[in-house]
T-cell receptor, first 111, second 110 residues
Framework: DGGITQSPKYLFRKEGQNVTLSCEQN?????MYWYRQDPGQGLRLIYY???????QKGDIAEGYSVSREKKESFPLTVTSAQKNPTAFYLC??????????FGDGTRLSIL | GENVEQHPSTLSVQEGDSAVIKCTYS??????FPWYKQELGKGPQLIID?????GEKKDQRIAVTLNKTAKHFSLHITETQPEDSAVYFC?????????FGKGNQVVVIP
């Protein structure tokens, strides 16, 4: 089945540690996105990429990094510089002028 | 940037009644307005969308209306069922970026 796969479903981070969240899509979509969701809040854009080897900062990029080496993959690294990383992270993708489709998220918690 | 406000934050309805969620947006250049449904522990799922050249769109029990002059759009769910219980998000798109409202918890009481 075509879709967006996020892994792992749950992730724990220790102080001073970087962690990487995986997002893979087999929809042949050009654009991919990372959002952060906090309780009772809407989705806030972290980074997005409209084409391979290119990406742009969203509204809350500080403390995060991404790469887009392959069309189907857009991993997000939560660095130790992100002081409040506990949240639900959502990856999405789309073709130009088409709706965004979401994965089922990764919940990140601090040990 | 675009700012999307969503009201009410929580809505309880009796099964079979209608539910209406309203959103307002700030950027008159926004031209695409999707609605997403999110169930617990899952990612948002697109349920209906509307573009700025259309005033209303309907898909079975779900409809969306858009008033560009007033810059607001609404989701209407008729004949609600328990499986309609979820969080619903509206969004507005301009400049290739989506801005989301904070979500609305809909509870359908059997």
């Amino acid at each position: 089945d075509g879709g967006i796969t996020q892994s792992p479903k749950y992730l724990f981070r220790k102080e001073g540690q970087n962690v990487t969240l995986s997002c893979e899509q087999n929809l042949n979509h050009d654009a991919m996105y990372w959002y952060r969701q906090d309780p009772g809040q809407g989705l806030r854009l972290i980074y997005y990429s409209q084409i391979v080897n290119d990406f742009q900062k969203g509204d809350i990029a500080e403390g995060y990094s991404v790469s887009r080496e392959k069309k189907e993959s857009f991993p997000l690294t939560v660095t130790s510089a992100q002081k409040n990383p506990t949240a639900f992270y959502l990856c999405a993708s789309n073709m130009a002028r088409q709706p965004q489709h979401f994965g089922d998220g990764t919940r990140l918690s601090i040990l | 940037g675009e700012n999307v406000e969503q009201h009410p934050s929580t809505l309880s309805v009796q099964e079979g009644d209608s539910a209406v969620i309203k959103c307002t947006y700030s950027d008159s250049a926004s031209n695409y307005f999707p609605w997403y449904k999110q169930e617990l522990g899952k990612g948002p799922q697109l349920i209906i969308d509307i573009r700025s050249n259309v005033g209303e769109k309907k898909d079975q029990r779900i409809a969306v209306t858009l008033n560009k002059t007033a810059k607001h759009f609404s989701l209407h769910i008729t004949e609600t069922q328990p499986e309609d219980s979820a969080v619903y998000f509206c969004a507005a798109q301009g400049n290739n970026r989506l801005a989301f409202g904070k979500g609305n918890q809909v509870v359908v009481i059997p």
